[in-house]
T-cell receptor, first 112, second 116 residues
Framework: KQEVTQIPAALSVPEGENLVLNCSFT??????LQWFRQDPGKGLTSLLL?????REQTSGRLNASLDKSSGRSTLYIAASQPGDSATYLCAVRPRNTDKLIFGTGTRLQVFP | GAVVSQHPSWVICKSGTSVKIECRSL??????MFWYRQFPKQSLMLMATSNEGSKATYEQGVEKDKFLINHASLTLSTLTVTSAHPEDSSFYIC????????????FGSGTQLSVL
C-alpha cells in the first residue's frame, strides 16, 4: 500500500530564506508526482507535476526534484515571501490508476 | 486554466439532515470527478471516483449509501451527505480530470461542512 509522508510538518522562516520541503513515498511504481499548494479553507492549486521519467521541474522560484528509486521528492522554494505561506502537499499517482495519494502536508509560515 | 466551481463553500446543518455539494467544470468537460475528504490537520483522503454516466467507485470504508454521488453530465457532479452526523463534519473537495487521459487535476475550492 502506497504511503506518502512529508517532513517537516510545519515550518516557520523569515522572508528571503531558501526552503526545502521533503516528500517520501513507499512504492516507487508511480506514474507521476505533483506538488500542490493549499490556502486555509480553500482548494488546491497545482504547482508542479513531475512524470516518473523526469528528474525535476521548475516554475519561477519553485523547483521540484524526483528520485523515484529512493522514493523521494523535494520542493525547493527560493527567496521565500510572506505570500508563500500556505500548506504544501505532495501527491503521487500510482501506476495504472487515476487516484492520487496525498501526503500529510507541510504548513509553511513566512514572516516579514 | 480550467476552473472547477464548487458550492456551497460552507454549510451548517442539523444532525439527520442531508446536504448536497455541487461541483461544476466551467470551461471543460470533466469525464472523471474525484471526491475527497479532509479532516483538520490531516491530508486529503479519496472517497470516491465518478465517471460521467456510470456509478461511482467508492474507496474502502466509505459508505456508498451515505455519500451519494451523481455524475449525470460532463460538467456537473454532486455529493449528497445523507442523514449527516457530527462525525461527518469535514472539508469536502472535488477535483476534475481534463479529458479521458489528462494528467492534471483541477480542484474545487472546497466545502466546509459542520453538523450540529
Amino acid at each position: 500500500k502506497q504511503e506518502v509522508t512529508q517532513i517537516p510538518a510545519a515550518l516557520s522562516v523569515p522572508e528571503g530564506e531558501n526552503l526545502v520541503l521533503n516528500c517520501s513515498f513507499t512504492d516507487s511504481a508511480i506514474y507521476n508526482l505533483q506538488w500542490f499548494r493549499q490556502d486555509p479553507g480553500k482548494g488546491l492549486t497545482s504547482l508542479l507535476l513531475i512524470q516518473s521519467s523526469q528528474r525535476e521541474q521548475t516554475s519561477g522560484r519553485l523547483n521540484a526534484s524526483l528520485d523515484k528509486s529512493s522514493g523521494r521528492s523535494t520542493l525547493y522554494i527560493a527567496a521565500s515571501q510572506p505570500g508563500d505561506s500556505a500548506t504544501y502537499l505532495c501527491a503521487v499517482r500510482p501506476r495504472n490508476t487515476d487516484k492520487l495519494i496525498f501526503g500529510t502536508g507541510t504548513r509553511l509560515q513566512v514572516f516579514p | 486554466g480550467a476552473v472547477v466551481s464548487q458550492h456551497p463553500s460552507w454549510v451548517i446543518c442539523k444532525s439527520g439532515t442531508s446536504v448536497k455539494i455541487e461541483c461544476r467544470s466551467l470551461d471543460f468537460q470533466a469525464t472523471t470527478m474525484f471526491w475527497y475528504r479532509q479532516f483538520p490537520k490531516q491530508s486529503l483522503m479519496l472517497m470516491a471516483t465518478s465517471n460521467e454516466g456510470s456509478k461511482a467507485t467508492y474507496e474502502q470504508g466509505v459508505e456508498k449509501d451515505k455519500f451519494l454521488i451523481n455524475h449525470a453530465s460532463l460538467t456537473l457532479s454532486t455529493l449528497t451527505v445523507t442523514s449527516a452526523h457530527p462525525e461527518d463534519s469535514s472539508f469536502y473537495i472535488c477535483s476534475a480530470r481534463v479529458g479521458s487521459s489528462g494528467e492534471k487535476l483541477f480542484f474545487g475550492s472546497g466545502t466546509q461542512l459542520s453538523v450540529l
